[in-house]
């Protein structure tokens, strides 16, 4: 079900109502670990743009579940790190590798051998249960 998700769900959202009523299904009916809450939040980090809000979109804003908010605040963190490493290896004449979305694996694997064997990408999800977020290293 979720290589279905992650492979049809694209962006930007012009709507954010219909976003807001499958992120509060996604964080009331998944596991906390799940994949696919990360895969949510890092499309809405990617794919919103607040330019294109309507006023049911305010709306929606404010009804998106805290689970979610607090997720996609420490995406926003992330980007801002990853944006400051980017400026450093431009700096210096670098071209060193920063993740991107593409490289984050967001499949459900039923086991560890099927993660270590997946081919279609590299990283994959740890999941902190402290801060209730998922890395991919």
């Not at 219909?18 to 994949?35: I, P, Q, R, T």
């Not at 039923?110 to 977020?133: A, F, I, P, W």
């Amino acid at each position: 079900m979720n290589k279905v998700i992650v492979e049809e769900f694209e962006g930007p959202f012009t709507e954010l109502s219909g976003y807001s009523a499958l992120s509060h299904w996604a964080f009331e009916h998944l596991s906390s670990e799940s994949v696919i809450l990360q895969f949510l939040v890092h499309s809405f980090c990617d794919d919103w743009y607040e330019q294109y809000d309507k006023r049911k979109d305010v709306e929606a804003l404010l009804a998106l579940p805290p689970a979610f908010v607090a997720r996609v605040m420490r995406r926003y963190s992330e980007n801002g790190k990853m944006m400051k490493e980017r400026l450093r290896l431009y700096e210096r004449g670098e071209t060193g590798r920063i993740k991107k979305k593409k490289d984050c694996c967001y499949l459900e694997h039923e086991s560890e051998e099927e993660k270590k064997s997946c081919s279609s990408h590299s990283l994959h999800m740890q999941y902190d249960k402290e801060r209730d977020y998922g890395y991919f290293d």
